[in-house]
């Protein structure tokens, strides 16, 4: 049990990290993100909206205990990560190591979220 929790509270932390950092991101450095997702083919004005969901994300995973809107948080993310590999592919900018990284750390905090 002791071996579960450490592992989700890393996987968990590292992946609020990388998220935190994203979403920073979003609202510092806007224009090197519009000129990403102009890119990717994406309206810029998504931009914002997706980094506070990215925020409200990580609040429903740390401080909601088993409920519908954390699952959904995990679904959120799942699926934004999903769309962001397959961005980056398409451009063929060789970033989307990151997405893979956070798809790991976000299946190993969903995995051992339900054994602890």
């Known amino acids: 049990m002791k ?9 968990t932390g590292l992946l609020t990290l990388m998220m935190l950092l994203s979403a920073g991101m979003y609202f510092f450095n ?12 994406y309206p810029t004005y998504i931009i914002y909206p997706y980094g506070i969901a990215k925020v409200l994300g990580l609040i429903t995973i740390w401080f909601f205990k088993d409920t519908f809107l954390k699952e959904w948080a995990y679904a959120g993310f799942f699926f934004a ?3 962001a590999f397959f961005a980056h592919v398409m451009i063929g900018d060789g970033e989307q190591t990151g997405a893979i990284i956070a798809m790991v750390l976000l299946v190993t905090s969903y995995v051992f979220g339900k054994k602890i």
Request: net charge positive.
């Open 3 to 11: 071996r579960d929790k450490i592992i989700y509270y890393t996987a």
């Open 81 to 83: 990560f999903i769309l």
């Open 30 to 41: 806007h224009e090197t993100i519009a000129k990403m997702f102009t890119g990717f083919g």
